[in-house]
């Protein structure tokens, strides 16, 4: 029997500053803390990343009463131009999405090209994961955009 292929979404957005500063945002807790998995009534509560190969990430924030953890170890980090790693939200779950992030760097700032490769059984939740990952990169764009 084989397994079902991932459902990949794509998201793409450009940003002001170079591909170095948008690449160095994912792997430092001060500003991951401001854009990554971060909603605008929650509490920042924990961002621990170990950037390295095989480093993990844990980045947990208080919603409504409730602790929503993320987290995932990275596989590929060449910078400025590639970053990849595993993503899961529940700690007993060894099965994790892959996310990809390419930077190109532009004439004025970078392009950034987000993929997730989903796991099929939540194919269904396709549409919210790129509108998720749309409205994170907007945080990202405005944590850039102030010191």
Not at 38 to 58: F, W
Not at 95 to 106: K, M, V
Request: charged fraction near 25%; aromatic fraction near 8%.
């Amino acid at each position: 029997m084989t397994e079902a292929a991932p459902t990949t979404i794509s998201v793409t957005r450009r940003f002001r500053q170079s591909a170095e500063q948008v690449f160095d945002a994912w792997l430092d807790p001060a500003i991951a803390s401001r854009f990554l998995f971060a909603t605008a009534d929650g509490e920042m509560r924990v961002v621990d990343i170990d950037a390295r190969v095989a480093g993990s990430y844990c980045i947990i924030e208080r919603r409504g009463g409730e602790d929503a953890e993320h987290l995932g170890e990275y596989l590929e980090i060449e910078r400025p131009t590639r970053l990849v790693f595993t993503f899961g939200i529940d700690r007993n779950d060894p099965s994790r999405d892959r996310i990809s992030l390419a930077f190109t760097p532009l004439a004025e700032g970078c392009e950034l090209l987000l993929e997730h490769a989903m796991r099929p059984a939540w194919a269904h939740y396709a549409s919210a994961t790129r509108d998720g990952w749309n409205m994170i990169l907007g945080h990202l764009a405005r944590a850039l955009d102030t010191p």
